[in-house]
DNA sequence: GCGACTCATTTAAACGTTTCAACCAGCAGA
DNA sequence: TCTGCTGGTTGAAACGTTTAAATGAGTCGC
């Protein structure tokens, strides 16, 4: 049915071999016999099948990407990314949700390594160390995006998260925001997230604790930029107005961020050049079969826009 | 180095055949030598290569999903329920970004019919006919979403635009709108778009035409979501009010559509529901060995929000 | 004690490539 | 004329599975 080297090469009357090494410049092939070959993978429309090549290289140019919830643009920025520099280098990009489920991310892990990808990258807070441990044994290079993680072998790309937090305290400080209120996510990844701790932190420095509630405090921190978009929705449903009555900070600097009807002050992650370093990072190690073994922090910068002004006498 | 079937066998004194029975029960085998034979699975953490098995059968569990802008919040719904429900029937997702290029998207289908993906969902207006073409006749089942596209061995899941349209205009007219501007992407595929055409004839119903320009119009209808919320905040860097200088209509009501600061009127699709359906399409085609074949039109609401209002005297 | 069955297991040939070793022809150098 | 290269080509053995056909060992009815 369908058209294999076979074909290819009883139909220009050479070996398999030959047309192999037409394919791939493997060794050096007569000009008139490769003409004839390409003519007859034009008249067959010969498609190479890639899965008995990757079975038979024992590689096959394929990535897996972990993600805990695509629906976040953060994380699907990054994905994204991954996909675009991935598919310059010719390697296929297979995504698997874990939606904060270890057991389903432990699933989807599995089934990556059954089809063998050459590298996995998470691009979120998310895989039991456990996870990350049975693929680096296996000798499959693994790169993770901004959460800490132990294992030397790990690639792992960062922000300095107590920096950046220290930057959005300063600020909120200085337009004398005393009583401050860090806002999670629902999502199981929180167990994992430093950035209450930072907050807390930041302001313990300044002597100062953080607030118990949201109704409690004049500024609050979010984890992300979705929850604090969340947030002013639900603030306007209990007539609190932001800026006016509650200053809100977000976490990654997401492109709704920037909206004019919702001029978010946030913190920039450069998600883009993320997403493409942990693909550069990944390809060169499988290049050169070996683990990433690297860490890199990446830049961030606090965005001010509008959903952050001074506390007024009436809310302090 | 990794761990074959041949090792497992070994280990449990079999022949390769017995482990792959116990592994698909594909043929009865004694209970005492299952029990054997999955030590040794656990005992060498032993993991099926889905490569090799693929090439042995034929076919991949896998779904190629061809995406021109994965940024797009209506498109990446449908993209992240695909996997989902994929998932849920062992097939991996395979997911290829063709950014609006043809070319690209060429290189992409290509580079899917070559790792032998057993079907192919397209969750957008994108792909030359061609190249749908080549799929089908290669006996790749494919299932598109949301756009026209003639050739009957495809999948087709869309709405009625028209109607949809029709509905929208009458929201309008009924306000009191006279100038309807209808405002498409900046990207390739406005090609295919039928909006436009319906809006246009939405109005020429009412003996109406299209508006010339948006600084001309008291409503602007968007192709899509994004568009519309680009729009509202160039116009609000004009100076111009939504919704009591110009009102807003999008359409697919994306999840930032119902946020406060937005409120958008839009057209409501189904994406989820069009993701699910189009895995379940393409699988029972898949398992079937057969093509889609069908059509399915999929039911669209009219969304009233805050971007739309009557028109004031002073715009009219 | 024998044929007919059933249940459990194995042998071996694929699946569509890559790649190594071998081969062959022609030619340059001695 | 022989030797050794070099450029071009091929045969055949993998890669890790599945699966049809073959084999073997019981069991059963008679």
């Known amino acids: 049915m369908t058209v294999t080297m076979r074909d290819v090469a009883q139909r220009s009357g ?17 000009e008139s016999t490769r003409r004839r070959v390409m003519e007859a993978i034009q008249e067959l429309g010969y498609r190479q099948n890639e899965v008995a090549r990757s079975l038979k290289r024992r590689t096959t140019h394929t990535l897996g990407v972990s993600i805990p919830d695509a629906l ?42 059954g089809r063998r990808v050459d590298g996995v990258i998470f691009p979120a807070v998310t895989a039991g160390s456990a996870i990350l441990a049975e693929l680096l044994d296996r000798g499959i290079p693994v790169v993770v995006v901004s959460f800490p993680a132990a294992d030397a072998r790990l690639g792992v790309i960062e922000v300095d998260e107590h920096a950046a937090m220290e930057q959005v305290v300063d600020h909120l400080l200085a ?80 492109r709704m961020a920037a909206h004019s009807r919702i001029s978010l ?6 998600a883009v050049e993320m997403g493409r370093l942990a693909v550069e990072m990944l390809l060169t190690a ?21 959903s952050t002004a001074a506390v007024t006498a009436e809310a302090a």
């Open 14 to 30: 050479v070996s398999v071999a030959t047309v192999s090494n037409v394919l791939h410049d493997t060794a050096p092939v007569a």
């Open 72 to 113: 976040n643009p953060f994380h699907a920025t990054i994905a994204i990314e991954i996909e675009r520099r991935a598919h310059r280098d010719g390697f296929a990009v297979l995504v698997a949700e874990t939606e904060n489920d270890p057991e389903l991310e432990e699933a989807q892990v599995h089934a990556l390594v």
């Open 175 to 254: 337009l004398g925001h005393r009583r401050v209120f860090f806002m999670h996510s629902g999502a199981r990844e929180e167990q994992v997230d430093v950035r209450p701790e930072a907050v807390r932190a930041a302001l313990a420095r300044r002597g100062l604790e953080p607030a118990r509630a949201v109704e409690d405090a004049t500024a609050v921190c979010c984890t992300n930029d979705v929850v604090a978009i969340e947030l002013i929705d639900q603030l306007a449903g209990c007539g609190r107005r932001v800026p006016e009555d509650v200053s809100v900070v977000g976490f990654d600097d997401i």
């Open 265 to 270: 002050t946030t913190v920039r992650q450069p």
């Open 286 to 306: 499988i290049a050169e079969r070996r683990h990433v073994a690297q860490r890199v922090v990446m830049p961030t910068d606090l965005v001010v826009r509008g």
